[in-house]
C-alpha cells in the first residue's frame, strides 16, 4: 500500500472541488455546442445503467412484497374460506361467460363481423425514474428477446388500468416513457358518454388539467375520459382516467394508472393510426407573375 506524505494528501484535497468544478463546467459547455452528442451520451448511460437498477431494484421489490408473509401465516383458515367462496361464485360466472361468448359469436357470425387487427406490444419492466430532460418520465427496460427498442419510438404505454405515457426516447436496450403527468404532455381526449372533445394537458403534478373543452358542455364530475383519435397520434377508446373538479373548481383528470407505482408497462405500436404527411402542392404561378412574363 502507498502512502502519500501529509502535504501531498492536504494538497490533493484541495484539489478535489476546483478539478470537479472545471469537469462540471466542461460538461456543460460540450453540451451547449452539440445538444445531439448530450443526447446519445443520456441514452448511452441510461442502457449502461439498466441492468444495473434492476439488480438493485429486486432485492427492494422482494423485501416489499415480503413484507407482510409472517402476518398471513395467522389467517390462512379465513382466507381459504374466503377463496372457498370467490371459486364457487366464479364457477357461476364461468357458465353466464361462456353462454355470452356463444351468444357473441352467433351474432359476429351473422353480421359478418371482421375483428380490427391487435397492434403489437412488447412488455418491460420499469427499472428507474432518473427525470433529465423530463421532470416526469420514466425508464423501461426491454426485454432483448422481444421487439427492437428502437421500433417503440412513439409506442403508447400502458399498465394494467389505463394509459401511462408514450415512449419518446429509444436506445438499444432501454426506452424512455414520457408519463401523461409531465408538463411537456399533450393528449387530445373524449370526455363522457357524448364523446366531447378537449385536451389533457400535463402540469408535473399528480392530476392533469382539462383545457379547451367546450364551454355549452362542461366536463361532469366522474365522467370517463377516453383517448380520441384527433389527429392520429393516439387510437380512440383507451382509457385514461375521471373527471374531477379541484378546489380551483378547474376540470382535471385523475388518472386511472398507477404512476406512482409502476412496474410492469405494456409498450403498444399502432403502426396505422400514425397521421400521414400531407404533400406539398406545387404553388401555380400567380396573376402578376403571368402579367410580368407577358410584358417581357
Not at 375483428?115 to 432518473?130: I, R, W
Amino acid at each position: 500500500m502507498i502512502r502519500l506524505s501529509v502535504p501531498l494528501r492536504q494538497a490533493l484535497s484541495r484539489l478535489t472541488l476546483p478539478v470537479m468544478l472545471v469537469f462540471s463546467l466542461g460538461c456543460i459547455l460540450i453540451g451547449r455546442a452539440d445538444q445531439n452528442l448530450s443526447d446519445h451520451l443520456s441514452t448511452a448511460l441510461d442502457d449502461i445503467l439498466a441492468p444495473a437498477y434492476m439488480l438493485v431494484s429486486g432485492p427492494i421489490q422482494a423485501a416489499e412484497h415480503g413484507t407482510g408473509e409472517i402476518g398471513h401465516l395467522f389467517s390462512l383458515s379465513e382466507e381459504n374460506a374466503q377463496l372457498r367462496a370467490q371459486n364457487a361464485e366464479l364457477l357461476q360466472w364461468q357458465e353466464v361467460a361462456m353462454a355470452l361468448a356463444a351468444q357473441n359469436d352467433a351474432l359476429k357470425a351473422s353480421l359478418h363481423f371482421m375483428p380490427t387487427p391487435t397492434p403489437e406490444f412488447s412488455t418491460g419492466e420499469v427499472v428507474a425514474d432518473l427525470g433529465g430532460v423530463y421532470a416526469r418520465s420514466v425508464l423501461v427496460l426491454v426485454p432483448p428477446s422481444g421487439v427492437n427498442p428502437q421500433s417503440l419510438l412513439g409506442a403508447i404505454a400502458l399498465d394494467g388500468r389505463g394509459l401511462a405515457g408514450r415512449v419518446v426516447d429509444a436506445g438499444s436496450r432501454s426506452v424512455r416513457v414520457l408519463l401523461i403527468t409531465d408538463i411537456n404532455s399533450r393528449i387530445p381526449v373524449a370526455i363522457g358518454t357524448s364523446g366531447a372533445p378537449a385536451l389533457m394537458a400535463g402540469n408535473n403534478g399528480p392530476d392533469p388539467l382539462l383545457l379547451y373543452w367546450s364551454p355549452s358542455q362542461p366536463p361532469a364530475e366522474g365522467a370517463m375520459v377516453l383517448t380520441s383519435a384527433e389527429g392520429g397520434a393516439f387510437p380512440p377508446g383507451l382509457p385514461v382516467g375521471v373527471v374531477h373538479y379541484n378546489q380551483d373548481n378547474q376540470p382535471e383528470v385523475l388518472p386511472l394508472a398507477d404512476l406512482d407505482g409502476l412496474r410492469l408497462l405494456r409498450l403498444f405500436s399502432y403502426t396505422n393510426k400514425l397521421p400521414a404527411l400531407t404533400p406539398i402542392p406545387r404553388s401555380a404561378p400567380t396573376v402578376a407573375a403571368k402579367t410580368l412574363s407577358r410584358k417581357h
